[in-house]
């Protein structure tokens, strides 16, 4: 019996010591593995776990992931964050998916000064005024820019409607984008109607909408409301071009809108697998996925994933160091950095500056046009 | 506004405002009944609607068939709801049967959230009521004459069953004297129960012919539709069919006019067309069709 017990300390002994001579850096990641935004949150986490797999080391430590899912819900999104921090103890904090959902983590990430980078979480708020906040993807008065100069330059529109959701930020903060570039470059704005988020009928807007004859509607909404505008449009008989953002990226829009999606324009990010002149990063991106999990497309959520690991263990490369502040310092000065998305560089505000991608539907399926720089 | 255009605009209306009077008479008959609002009618509606979606998707059936099926298995649910939630409570005073019921609809609402996921489904359309008919740059679609029509017939087959049955003939002298009724040796329950499938089987019918008309099917679809044609049946005098096909009508012919003749005020449409509403109840508080209460079943 007392041979066992000496044994048994003499093994933790051994345990312990082993565990500290190999150093750690914990990295934490939270992101909605449930819920309404499991579809983007699970590619996100498949994008992570493969750039780690590919570079599992930073500054010669092994980079432990600590995973987190936040429900898509904003409360279990703070909850998440805060315990990465205070029990897990991690030096930085990959997440998440869904803006709201990133103002929340990120006021705790803010308050215990981590550095946190953010998939796909497209609000300016998200990352301004914010120390510890910083972000993989372009925000959307960007997006909106690049929508309407898609709209001026390439359809050549003259005059553009647009049906906005009246009660959600997301879509007020990026019609009031598209509208003000597309005034800029010389457009007319016919008409802007609104409704609320829930309503399922639009014909009474739509009608009017298309007594104002407008070469392109603007519907800066999510997949389930944009499926059901188009197909009230095309039944109305509209003819125009309809466009949108990068909230109507989902195979869904196509289930629901049916013929109706055909010709649908939207904004996306720079990154798809059918994408022609894919720079050597995303080949890289890609053909690594395709090895890893041959039974699903990699996609912008994925390339997302993957770039906000890449982009934190470069940063504690050039800091030297997994101390949260000189990771933050280094993060900040992020500059020509190959990612699948491009040279990705972050300015004053923490956002990288990037093309936006165009993504248009043929014959029901999703067709990479290519890239504008937004004016 | 141009002559088309109003036309266009009053077709638009039609179809919205048929629609809610489809859900209002499921909501007004339970009722005319037992006077008691059934906060659950929503949910079932919900459930008519992703019944018809599995009966065609999963299970093949030809699409009139699964509308039988889905109408058959939420008056079952109905039942089921009553017999579980609603009958227990039947002595308890009435504001406890009015809490069970909301506690149904937040069940139904999660069950279908763990059990079809959120996740939007597309509600599975027959060709022939999503073509367009066009008539000059006018376009109607095939649901705006289908729904009337449908609710005209169930309006009349409830009328008859109300005012021709045996079971109708106990429905009514339930709603004016459970106690005595049960004393001429009426089996109350099972009439009750007869009364949810019924009202069951209404809701399923206006979920389904609500997804063809918005083909997106998800747990919460229910909610919004569920509020605005029980506000529909308030207006046309909750306890009256008729009524309530008239406040749906109006409610549907308000919001789209309201867009239509003050485009700058979409945005502000469901404030615009409730604030009519509540001024019609303040000259007519028991609602339009509301006064003559002999017309109630």
Redesign the interface.
């Known amino acids: 019996m007392k041979f066992l017990k000496i044994m048994a300390g003499v093994m933790l002994a051994v345990f312990m010591v082993a565990s500290t001579a190999q150093a750690q850096i914990k990295v934490g990641v939270y992101l909605p593995l449930t819920g309404q935004n499991a579809f983007g949150g699970q590619l996100e986490l498949d994008g992570v776990n493969l750039a780690h797999k590919e570079n599992p080391k930073a500054i010669g430590q092994d980079v432990e992931l600590v995973i987190m899912d936040n429900k898509s819900d904003k409360v279990e999104s703070a909850n998440a964050v805060k315990r990465l921090i205070e029990r897990d103890k991690v030096v930085a904090i990959i997440g998440t998916y869904g803006s709201s959902l990133a103002m929340a983590g990120g006021e705790v990430a803010e308050a215990s000064k981590i550095p946190a980078v953010g998939t796909s979480c497209t609000n300016p708020l998200v990352t301004q005024g914010k120390t510890y906040y910083f972000r993989a993807c372009f925000i959307d008065p960007y997006q909106g820019a690049g929508a309407a100069t898609y709209a001026v330059k390439n359809l050549e529109a003259k005059k553009a409607a647009l049906l906005i959701d009246v009660s959600n930020d997301y879509a007020v903060g990026l019609g009031t984008f598209f509208k003000r570039s597309f005034t800029k470059l010389g457009g007319e704005i016919v008409t802007e109607m609104k409704y609320n988020s829930g309503d399922q009928d639009f014909t009474a807007q739509l009608t009017e909408i298309i007594s104002k004859k407008p070469d392109v509607l603007f519907i800066p909404a999510y997949f389930a409301e944009g499926g059901i505008i188009m197909k009230q449009a095309r039944e109305l008989g509209a003819e125009f071009r309809i466009m949108g953002g990068d909230a109507m990226d989902n195979p869904e829009t196509v289930s629901i809108a049916g013929k109706a999606s055909e010709g649908f324009i939207h904004t996306s990010f720079p990154y798809d697998s059918n994408m022609p002149n894919m720079n050597p990063e995303a080949r890289k991106f890609t053909d690594a996925w395709k090895a890893a999990y041959p039974n699903k497309e990699p996609n912008v959520n994925a390339a997302l994933g993957y770039t906000t690991y890449v982009m934190i263990t470069n940063a504690i490369e050039r800091a030297g160091s997994a101390d949260p502040a000189e990771i933050t310092k280094a993060l900040a000065e992020t500059k020509d950095l190959s990612t699948p998305l491009g040279m990705l560089t972050l300015d004053s505000d923490h956002n990288p500056q990037m093309p936006v991608g165009i993504i248009e539907i043929k014959d029901g399926k999703r067709v990479y046009l290519g890239e504008v720089q937004p004016e | 506004m ?1 002559w088309e ?1 109003f036309v ?2 009053l077709f ?1 209306a039609l ?2 405002g048929s629609l809610y009077a489809l859900i209002a008479i499921g909501y007004t008959m339970v009722y005319g009944i037992l006077r008691f609002i059934n906060f659950a009618h929503g949910d079932v509606f919900m459930v008519g609607a992703y019944f018809i979606f599995f009966g065609v998707t999963a299970a093949h059936l030809p699409w009139p068939v699964a509308a039988l099926v889905a109408i058959g298995g939420a008056s079952g649910l109905g039942i089921l709801v009553d017999r579980i939630a609603y009958r227990p409570l039947r002595e308890a005073p009435r504001i406890s049967a009015l809490i069970s019921a909301i506690g149904i609809s937040f069940l139904l609402e999660n069950l279908g959230l763990v059990v079809f996921t ?5 509600a599975v359309q027959p060709q022939w009521m ?1 073509d ?1 008919i ?1 008539l000059g ?1 006018i ?1 109607i ?1 095939p649901l705006s004459f289908i729904v009337p029509v449908v609710t005209a017939i169930l309006v009349l087959a409830l009328l008859w069953i109300v005012y021709k049955t045996r079971p109708g003939l106990a429905m009514r002298s339930i709603s004016k004297d459970i106690e005595t009724t049960r004393l001429m040796g009426v089996s109350v329950d099972r009439i009750i129960a007869l009364t949810f499938g019924l009202g069951s089987a209404l809701a399923a019918a206006a979920g389904i012919m ?1 997804a063809m ?4 099917i ?1 747990p919460f679809m229910g ?3 569920g509020f605005k044609a029980f506000i529909a049946a308030v207006v046309g005098g909750i306890g009256s069919i008729q009524g309530a096909v008239l406040g749906g009508l109006l409610l549907g012919t308000v ?6 003749f003050y ?1 700058t005020l ?2 502000y ?2 404030a615009f067309a409730f604030v009519l509403l509540i001024v019609i109840l303040l000259f007519k508080p028991t609602g339009l069709m509301g006064e003559k209460l002999e017309d109630k079943i």
């Open positions: 141009t255009l266009q605009n638009n179809t919205v959120g996740l939007p489904r597309p999503v367009p066009t740059s376009r679609l609500w008309r918005y083909p997106q998800h909610v919004i539709p919001e789209i006019m309201v867009v239509a485009p979409s945005g449409r469901d």
